[in-house]
């Protein structure tokens, strides 16, 4: 069994976060529970646990600042015989990564699986919100950010996928359908998601629900 490792991070302690929403998977097996504080901006605490593509935990925080900018995302993810960590932070020069891998998540059952973190951080040159794989809560950021969307707006997201923490550069776009409303679309994929009063996700079709 392999150990790879480039620099280990560790989640920063998060005091007590006044909210939380609970978010039961549809495709499998899993959830993801979430404890925040929105009040200024975003400070998030979050599990993510799933059956596929193979079993895994990611334990997450994020931060925004006040305008709902992404500034900070940290990860562990893990599964039986392996683990890896993920630490991103974005400034004005744009976004730092650094990463640390133990085990072996090709023999886990991700032949295919690509290194975490970013190959070539300079393509997320023009991503200010991160996208966690199969997360509800990370499509809240662009929409609180850019406010009320009178037609659709594209964006770039530094897209974490799930469970390798590989962060690729992806195009995004929103498109409001009505109070509540808003479709999702990501190359061919599309998704009409349904939303709170305050743009968090209740239902995702095939993916989630609360």
């Given at each position: 069994?392999?150990?790879?490792?480039?620099?280990?991070?560790?989640?920063?302690?998060?005091?007590?976060?006044?909210?939380?929403?609970?978010?039961?998977?549809t495709d499998v097996h899993g959830a993801?529970?979430?404890?925040?504080?929105?009040?200024?901006?975003?400070?998030?605490?979050?599990?993510a646990v799933a059956a596929g593509p193979v079993q895994y935990t990611c334990r997450y925080e994020l931060d925004t600042d006040d305008g709902w900018a992404t500034t900070r995302f940290e990860a562990i993810a893990e599964g039986g015989?392996?683990?890896?960590?993920?630490?991103?932070?974005?400034?004005?020069?744009?976004w730092r990564t650094t990463t640390a891998e133990h085990?072996?998540?090709?023999?886990?059952?991700?032949?295919?699986?690509?290194?975490?973190?970013?190959?070539?951080?300079?393509?997320?040159?023009e991503a200010v919100d991160i996208?966690?794989?199969?997360?509800?809560?990370?499509?809240?950021?662009?929409?609180?950010?850019?406010?009320?969307?009178?037609?659709?707006?594209?964006i770039v997201a530094a897209w974490i996928l799930l469970p390798s923490l590989t962060v690729i550069a992806n195009t995004q776009t929103y498109t409001p359908l009505?109070?509540?409303?808003?479709?999702?679309?990501?190359g061919s994929f599309t998704a009409d998601l349904e939303l709170d009063e305050h743009g968090y996700v209740l239902r995702y079709p095939g993916l989630a629900v609360r």
């Open positions: 069994m392999s150990t790879r490792q480039v620099t280990a991070t560790r989640p920063q302690t998060v005091g007590v976060l006044p909210r939380s929403l609970l978010w039961q998977r993801e529970h979430v404890l925040f504080d929105d009040r200024r901006g975003l400070t998030a605490r979050g599990v015989g392996w683990l890896r960590r993920l630490h991103m932070t974005r400034t004005d020069e744009g085990g072996d998540l090709a023999a886990a059952g991700l032949p295919n699986a690509l290194p975490p973190g970013a190959e070539d951080p300079d393509r997320l040159a996208d966690l794989y199969n997360s509800p809560l990370t499509n809240t950021l662009p929409l609180r950010r850019l406010g009320p969307l009178d037609g659709t707006v594209t009505g109070p509540g409303r808003v479709r999702y679309a990501s």
